[in-house]
């Protein structure tokens, strides 16, 4: 394995990007796909999320663009509109140096805009499959004919329903020619139909075992009733006081609601899910990542490939219903080394959903050793937060109603215009 980016076939320039970027030594990920990567071969990569995978598909893409630049040069896909953004960041910021033009295609933002980013013929083009197909079906003059590199990141969520179609007709419309990257933290078997479909030859580079979390990883699950998981959510949070915290939910309403309510008790938490406006996305995910907001509430639209190197906890709320999702979750924490810490509340309605976790890992999770009375001893002061809160949220109304209750959230969570208002809440 190279020891150096030199000893991987970078050239000098890319390599100064890596130095600036502070990117020492290439990752494992990263050393043995940039080889095949610069030979011309395919790759699938399968590698735990925080492994270095974006650079492993950039650096090949740039110093073949630095080779014979030209316009839409390579088009990079992901499931979610963060993780488009942060890969298209990290484009920019290994290609600063030389000019490249990079265009970012996601939904939730103004398609004029977008349009406008075309018109300046950018190398690399990021984003989600449906807003990619509006501007390749809509947008006058855009095609991707000349298209040298094709990248699927989180590979097998882009072959759920809700992209399946939308990557079947880019499929159609792209050359055949071209170089394609697969990259995923789980092979499934969506990913090897896609990959009889559009690889040719590929390499196959997997960096970790099948379904695996990192060994730094401590992993624990509590068995409540659905009647206080409130509660332990919340005597978890005051245990962990300080530590950065991502609580899991199944549902764009729940990340809303469990926010609210920790905030009536005083914890800095803010949500995201999918129904938020991008702006509101992208400004509670700055306000965690800087650590303004020590409590991020999401749903699995920030489960993966984020870059959030900080978090010390993962609290799964609800449990996943797809057990491989849970080791995309628990991946947001113990990155790059360290420690970390993923606790499951799992009540009588989602015990099965957590056997077919274990199956997976292979192995029974500890149990953590709560003591139920002194847990309980919180349950008033929940029950009248979340009281308070439901009430809030479940206001009638109507449309109106519901705006204004949305417009009120906002408000008391410091959202305004897709920022954070400096003022807190006491």
């Known amino acids: 394995m190279g020891e150096t980016f030199k000893d991987l076939g970078v050239c000098d ?42 650079g492993a598909f950039a650096l090949p893409i740039l110093q073949a663009c630095l080779e014979s630049p030209h316009a839409f ?12 953004i942060q890969i298209a960041e990290q484009f920019k910021a290994l290609g600063s140096g030389f000019g490249l033009k990079c265009a970012v295609l996601v939904g939730g933002v103004d398609m004029m805009e977008q349009t406008k980013m075309l018109a300046n013929r ?12 509006d501007h390749l079906s809509n947008t006058k003059g ?59 030859n590929p390499v196959k580079i997997e960096v970790t075992s099948k379904y695996s979390t990192v060994d730094t990883l401590k992993q624990h699950y509590c068995f409540v009733s659905d009647k206080f998981k409130d509660c332990y959510l919340v005597y978890i949070l005051i245990e962990k006081c300080g530590f950065s915290s991502m609580v899991f939910t199944r549902t764009c309403y729940a990340t809303r609601f469990v926010a609210l309510f920790l905030r009536n008790l ?29 409590i991020l509430v999401c749903t699995d639209v920030a489960s993966r490939g984020l870059d959030i190197p900080s978090v010390d906890l ?9 057990p491989k999702d849970y080791i995309h979750r628990v991946g947001r924490t113990a990155r790059a080394g360290r420690s970390g810490v993923a606790i499951s509340l799992v009540d009588q309605y989602q015990l099965v959903w957590f056997k077919q976790i274990e199956n997976l890992l292979g192995k029974e999770l500890p149990e953590m050793p709560f003591q139920r009375e002194e847990v309980l001893q919180l349950n008033e002061r929940v029950k009248e937060a979340t009281g308070i809160s439901r009430r809030g949220m479940d206001e009638p109304g109507g449309k109106k109603g519901k705006r204004r209750n949305e417009e009120g959230m906002d408000k008391y969570l410091g959202i305004k215009d897709g920022k954070f208002s400096k003022k807190k809440r006491k």
Not at 143 to 165: G, I, M, P, Q, W
Not at 266 to 287: D, H, V, Y
Request: hydrophobic share 40%; proline share 5%.
């Open 122 to 133: 950018p190398h690399i083009v990021v984003g989600t499959p449906g807003r990619l197909l």
């Open 314 to 322: 993962v609290i799964n709320y609800d449990i996943p219903s797809n």
């Open 266 to 294: 005083g914890f800095k938490a803010i949500p995201i899910s999918g129904e938020m406006a991008q702006s509101k996305r992208l400004g509670a995910l700055n306000q965690f990542k800087a650590g303004v907001s020590n």
């Open 13 to 54: 320039q890319l390599i100064e990007a890596c130095e600036n970027l502070g990117w020492k030594k290439p990752s494992k990920i990263q050393a043995e796909a940039i080889p095949h990567a610069l030979d011309g071969k395919d790759l699938i990569g399968l590698a735990q999320t925080g492994s270095g995978k974006t």
């Open 73 to 84: 040069f390579a088009c990079a896909l992901s499931p979610t509109r963060e993780l488009a």
């Open 142 to 200: 855009f095609s991707l004919r000349t298209l040298k590199y094709l990248v699927l990141d989180e590979a097998d969520k882009l072959l759920n329903d809700e992209f399946e179609k939308s990557i079947d007709e880019i499929l159609n419309v792209i050359p055949r020619e071209r170089r394609t990257y697969l990259f995923s933290a789980t092979m499934t078997k969506k990913v090897k139909k896609l990959q009889r479909v559009c690889l040719r």
